[in-house]
């Protein structure tokens, strides 16, 4: 689904002007990413939660020719996303409707 898709069901289940949504939108949006950078966990309610989990990166050896290679070695961060149980036996249950 996309950003205007989104829009047009939230005013459409709200009453609100497809504007106040947009705007409502973006700001959500903007306040979850600064979140995110900051290291905090976002709590989604009927979701799931949002956090960063920090990584090492080591440096790479191609397999054939053992030489390394680099890339970046260091600290790195990547974003998980980790849903609420009552979504994931719902989507595990849509999921097994459709494959029978």
Do not use: C
């Not at 949504?21 to 990413?33: G, K, S, Y």
């Not at 995110?36 to 976002?42: A, I, K, P, Q, R």
Request: net charge neutral; glycine share 6%; charged share 25%.
């Amino acid at each position: 689904m996309y950003k205007h898709e989104l829009v047009e069901a939230i005013a459409a289940k709200s009453g609100l002007p497809k504007s106040t949504v947009e705007v409502f939108h973006d700001a959500l949006m903007e306040v979850i990413i600064q979140a995110l950078e900051d290291g905090d966990m976002v709590n989604l309610a009927k979701v799931g939660a949002l956090f960063t989990r920090k990584y090492t990166v080591e440096p790479g050896v191609t397999p054939f020719m053992g030489v390394d290679y680099p890339n970046n070695p260091g600290e790195r961060r990547k974003i998980i996303f980790r849903p609420t149980d009552p979504l994931r036996l719902r989507i595990r249950d849509m999921a097994s409707s459709v494959a029978t």
